[in-house]
């Protein structure tokens, strides 16, 4: 069975700073790997995935995750953030032939001005 | 747009009442999920469905909980006797076969249900 691992619930950054979002997966075998962007009262968008070849993957708005087998890890990050990204975040694992995604717990991402 | 829809977005209802829950697939997707989320969690996966077979089903959805995608197109998921642990997000989601394989999903707003 795959799982998620996202550390820490809430994460808040200065605008501008470096945000950091972590991820950790479960999976033993090859995994497809996805970042969701939730703003309240909304449903998921899709900001990156990672299915196969490079294992850094650019995403919408400015976001992008490096796929690390060695680490099982997954984590997003993005240079300098936004004000318009104080949202939930969620990392979700899913493998080929499987039916559904795995989800983590999901951060809540705070921008302070 | 074109993409997946739910409706309602909110609904209220109080304990022991049935409410139905729609979803409209973005029209070339022969793949439709469905998933709750409550507060603080993620979604959590508990139907889906290829053109109108319903496939698998989690142990999260009870025997209260019955989905149906008649034609392949639209899907409902109805709850009877509801209780106040139903509430949260219904959460639908789309997606091709080919593209389904690699996990690739495509998720609606979702409906909000409250049970008092």
Redesign the interface.
Known sequence: AQSVTQLGSHVSVSEGALVLLRCNYSSSVPPYLFWYVQYPNQGLQLLLKYTTGATLVKGINGFEAEFKKSETSFHLTKPSAHMSDAAEYFCAVSVWGANNLFFGTGTRLTVIP | DTG?S?NP?HKITKRGQNVTFRCDPISEHNRL?W?RQTL??????LT?FQNEAQ??K?RLLSDRFSAERPKGSFSTLEIQRTEQGDSAMY?CASSLESL???????????T?LTVL
Do not use: D, H, K, N
Not at chain 2, 40 to 45: C, K, L
Not at chain 2, 100 to 110: H, K, L, M, S, T
């Open positions: 997946v739910q977005r999920y998933y603080g969690q993620g979604p959590e996966f889906y496939l698998e989690s959460l389904a394989g690699r996990g690739e999903q495509f998720f609606g707003p979702g909000r």
